[in-house]
């Protein structure tokens, strides 16, 4: 009984590290697939949201090389900072939207790296991700808006619907930027999110 016993949990780790390992794979394939298309939406539930949007973002200025503007609706610029540094990933060539800390009085020093603005002022958000990408140094670049579900806090889903579609066009007449739209599954409506997925290229679930 104790060698039955010990060959089925020596089978049920051989298992556990192989389910881990195609979980990883899985993962890292739609990453790649990334670099291939131009509208990218990461779809995630609110439990994996903030790994997800770190996973995504160090594969692609750690690993590809790549640089852009991180537009930030949920989060304020100094906790990205603090995030992204303590999980490694080089902020050289990374360049802000803080749509957050004007909401909390705060967004008053000017810096290089970093706009401030607030979360209803969408065609402004535009005009500055556009002033930003400019400074970018890499060749190939990207915008990571993070996220729609919360624009929708401030902004009805006509007025994100707009802005969404403003920005993917933006992409597709500069073929050396990608844009990945961040959606919490979960706060984002069934009708909003399926004109999301239509938009894009390539969607990732997690």
């Known amino acids: 009984m104790e060698k039955i016993a010990k060959r089925v949990l020596e089978f049920s780790g051989i298992f556990k590290k192989e389910n881990e390992l195609s979980k990883i794979t899985t993962k890292t394939l739609e990453h790649k697939l990334v670099e291939n298309e131009q509208a990218v939406l990461l779809q995630t539930s609110a439990e994996k949201y903030a790994e997800s949007t770190i ?17 930030t609706v949920s989060r304020l610029y100094n906790y990205m900072v603090y995030t992204m540094k303590d999980a490694n990933i080089n902020t050289e060539n990374l360049f802000f939207v803080d749509c957050v800390s004007q ?7 000017e810096l290089e790296n970093c706009v401030f603005t607030s979360p209803i002022a969408l065609s402004e958000i ?12 890499t060749r190939n670049k990207f915008i990571f808006l993070d996220c729609i579900s919360t624009l929708l806090v401030y902004n009805k889903e006509r007025s994100v619907k707009k802005a969404a579609m403003r920005l993917l066009t933006y992409v597709r007449l500069h073929h050396e ?8 599954q979960e706060d ?12 894009c290229d390539k969607v990732i679930e997690q």
């Open 188 to 199: 984002t409506p069934p009708k909003l999110l399926g004109y999301l997925r239509t938009l």
């Open 126 to 137: 535009m005009t500055h991700t556009d002033d930003l990408l400019g400074k970018v140094k």
């Open 103 to 109: 909401m909390g009085g705060g967004g008053e020093v």
């Open 177 to 184: 930027v990608i844009c990945v739209l961040v959606t919490i």
């Open 55 to 71: 996973e995504l973002l160090k594969y692609m200025v750690n690993e590809k090389g790549m640089g852009g503007v991180y537009i």
